[in-house]
């Protein structure tokens, strides 16, 4: 909570602006989800990794970080690398604009929390969004799991590199994200024949979005015991990947006995028993 209240104070000169000036286009398109590749650290000089703020009348940046994120070099390169290549995309946007004035400045906003810190895992969370015209921006996830005694980052094919380990996720996954419509289904007491439409709808986005494969995968966080050992994975989808963007980030805690049998050996032991 720390991270988000700091990143508000830290854009508040920002969001001025953009109550100011911002007004979205109706007719526009809605943006593609984000590649959400896992990031890697790059080689070089350690990152020491400061808030950003900037803004003028064709874009706004705000960026802001934990405190503890530079005790972590690696982590914090990790981190930068993935900042680094957002704001390029932001500022080639900006740069095809040529002598013209947006109608809303173009905007970047990250947020990161430190989600987990004990002495064998370190966990990042980033979220936000890029907008660069359009009726809305592009969602923002990114998720670093770090591990300081390696000093290396752990990535889902890492984790789980066996193809009946994502059978077993993904078969979690769906069975949890479905009952969540149906649920809402039900709240929303829709006719039985809008029911089975939007239900049908929405599982064809859920299987889409959870195929039994790593890439689906790759935004993850472990959650720990007060004993530091993982009890499950929280595996974030963003919008789009598995329902439409105005239901937002969604995610599902798989527990650990899931995917207890086909963890890589190495990590075992950041499992609770």
């Known amino acids: 909570m720390r991270s988000a209240f700091k990143f508000v104070a830290l854009s508040a000169l920002a969001l001025a602006v953009l109550a100011a000036c911002r007004q979205e286009s109706p007719t526009a398109t809605p943006a593609a989800a984000p590649d959400a590749a896992a990031p890697t650290a790059p080689a070089g000089a350690p990152a020491q990794l400061k808030d950003v703020i900037e803004h003028n009348d064709r874009y706004v940046v705000g960026v802001s970080y934990p405190p503890k994120l530079n005790a972590y070099p690696g982590l914090a390169q990790a981190v930068a690398a993935y900042v680094k290549a957002e704001q390029d995309e932001l500022m080639e946007a900006v740069e095809a604009l040529g002598n013209d004035k947006p109608t809303a400045p173009y905007e970047l906003s990250l947020s990161f929390e430190q989600v987990l810190d004990t002495p064998d895992i370190v966990a990042v969370a980033g979220d936000g969004s890029r907008y660069t015209g359009g009726a809305h921006g592009e969602p923002l996830v990114a998720r670093f799991v770090w591990l300081?005694?390696?000093?290396?980052?752990?990535?889902?094919?890492?984790?789980?590199?066996?193809?009946?380990?994502?059978?077993?996720?993904?078969?979690?996954?769906?069975?949890?994200?479905?009952?969540?419509v149906s649920v809402r289904a039900d709240?929303?007491?829709?006719?039985?024949?809008?029911?089975?439409?939007?239900?049908?709808?929405?599982?064809?986005?859920?299987?889409?979005?959870?195929?039994?494969?790593?890439?689906?995968?790759?935004?993850?966080?472990?959650?720990?015991?007060?004993?530091?050992?993982?009890?499950?994975?929280?595996?974030?989808?963003?919008?789009?990947?598995?329902?439409?963007?105005?239901?937002?980030?969604?995610?599902?805690d798989v527990p650990i006995d899931v995917v207890r049998p086909y963890l890589a050996p190495e990590y075992v032991g950041l499992f609770s028993p």
Request: net charge negative; aromatic share 10%.
């Open 187 to 252: 709240a929303d007491e829709m006719p039985p024949e809008e029911r089975q439409q939007f239900v049908a709808n929405a599982d064809k986005m859920i299987d889409a979005g959870t195929e039994p494969d790593s890439a689906n995968f790759r935004q993850f966080q472990p959650l720990a015991d007060a004993q530091g050992k993982v009890t499950a994975l929280r595996f974030v989808f963003p919008p789009y990947q598995v329902g439409p963007y105005a239901d937002g980030t969604q995610s599902v």
């Open 148 to 180: 300081p005694k390696q000093n290396k980052l752990l990535t889902a094919d890492e984790l789980i590199p066996d193809a009946k380990g994502w059978l077993a996720v993904s078969g979690y996954a769906r069975e949890q994200l479905r009952t969540a």
